[in-house]
């Protein structure tokens, strides 16, 4: 070979090395030149990330929660906003269609956002351009495909194309053409994938018993043949001692057992697996406690991320759901309806601070006492004064004096004036 007016000899390898002569040496290729390939880690997919604990926990936890807050349909009216009945708040709050109630039609709606990181959901309207809404039907993000047309967006499902503007999409976070996605596990894939080998690991070495890769030191005998007998019988002592019960089991004179690899304990396992699920939680966004990670959780904490779950999480999907929920539903000249999330509905386990709070709103004139009781869904009460605003008798206008209660009944006597006193003075 000449290069540059010089002559390189090609570089030779005997046939009797060690080193694999077809492989090249070169930095991508350094761990097969020396016959050892790349680490095999699981492959991530929706199905196998499910398996880690923490994922599951966060997709199921965020999906349930979305799912349980109830949402209704409301209309602007001279008197305030009004909640819409009829099919459409049936629609809304009740069932999307005849075959799902709205619980279970949300919950896999938001599955497919913390999965896959899209969730989709067709509405049917009386006719094509309508503006009635006869149900909501979801569809499977995974065998959807989205086309632009111009400024108009295509979805191809099934067989069918829809119309972007009769297609509810929650995406977990687009991407720059604006059509496709980022989901989440496969954001946090590298963090998913060394939880799953943390869990083959551990489940392999515990199905055997415990026992970590053994190295035969000693003198061993020559030849393969030999050799493999040799390693068979030592193999049957270890399964006869696991199986036994027994923790001694005979060795060749002058041989031994050593591990091989890292102690599990040594390589921080434990707590690199308890890492993983802060490393998830953070992917998700969600603070660890939802996890059912409590080992640094305190009452005040634990107390301070309910609200931050409420504040930078729920509250923003919610939102996200809001905004493609009217745009589709009502158009974007409509501003007399919406659809609004009642988040009070998270405090529902809470019943003291949920009972205080409406006893506080019907004290101080934000809520009638049959509006309390409607929001625990109970009857009005038939006294009409249940409908009435009431306030605490002190509250008054900033600057005016209170006025003294009036009276009931007929006034006492005014007293006769006394002459004594004037007496005593004329006779002075």
């Known amino acids: 070979m000449r290069f540059l007016g010089l002559r390189v000899e090609r570089e030779t390898r005997s046939g009797t090395s060690l080193e694999n002569p077809t492989i090249p040496v070169s930095a991508e290729n350094f761990l097969g030149f020396f016959g050892m390939q790349g680490v095999d880690l699981p492959a991530v997919t929706t199905d196998t990330a499910l398996k880690v604990p923490a994922v599951m926990a966060a997709v199921a936890f965020l999906s349930r929660t979305l799912a349980a807050v109830p949402k209704h349909a409301y209309r602007e ?21 005849d075959q799902m109630g709205a619980f ?4 896999f709606f938001w599955q497919q956002v913390f999965t896959g990181g899209r969730g989709l959901a067709w509405i049917e309207r009386s006719r094509p351009g309508a503006a009635g809404i006869e149900g909501m039907w979801l569809l499977d993000p995974t065998r959807t495909t989205i086309q632009r047309d111009g400024v108009e967006l295509a979805y191809k499902s099934g067989g069918k194309t829809y119309p972007g503007s009769d297609v509810i999409d929650v995406p977990f976070m687009l991407r720059a053409n604006q059509l496709s996605h980022y989901g989440p596990i496969n954001l946090a894939s590298k963090a998913i994938q ?18 970590p890769p053994l190295a035969l030191t000693g003198p061993l005998p020559a030849g393969a043949d030999a050799l493999k007998r040799a390693m068979a019988d030592i193999h049957r002592v270890i399964d006869a001692a696991k199986k036994s019960a027994k923790p001694v089991f005979p060795l060749p004179p002058g041989h031994d057992l050593k591990p091989v690899g890292f102690d599990p304990d040594k390589g ?5 697996r308890k890492f993983q699920t802060v490393e998830i939680a953070r992917a998700y966004q969600l603070p660890p406690v939802f996890l059912q990670d409590l080992e640094r959780a305190t009452f005040t904490n634990a107390e301070q991320q309910d609200l931050h779950l409420v504040k930078h999480l729920i509250g923003q999907w919610t939102l996200a759901l809001e905004d493609e929920l009217n745009l589709k539903l009502f158009g974007r000249l409509n501003p007399t309806r919406y659809i609004e999330h009642n988040l009070d509905a998270l405090m529902r386990g809470d ?24 929001i625990e869904n109970r009857p009005n009460h038939r006294n009409s004064a249940a ?23 007929p006034a006492p006597p005014a007293e006769a004036p006394s002459d004594v006193g004037d007496t005593n003075d004329d006779a002075a």
């Open 351 to 374: 019943f003291k601070s949920r009972i205080e709070g409406l006893a506080r709103g019907v004290q101080s004139g934000l809520l009638t006492p049959n509006e309390g009781r409607a």
């Open 194 to 211: 060394l939880a799953l080998a943390m869990n083959d690991y551990a489940s392999t070495f515990f199905a055997g018993g415990g026992v």
């Open 104 to 107: 279970k039609f949300w919950q």
């Open 268 to 272: 921080q396992m434990t707590e690199a």
């Open 387 to 409: 409908d009435e605003l009431f306030m605490q008798g002190a509250t008054v206008e900033l600057g005016r004096r209170a006025t003294p209660p009036v009276l009931s009944g």
């Open 77 to 97: 009216t001279a008197e305030g906003p009004v909640r819409v009945k009829g099919k459409l708040g049936t629609i809304v709050h009740k069932s999307p269609n």
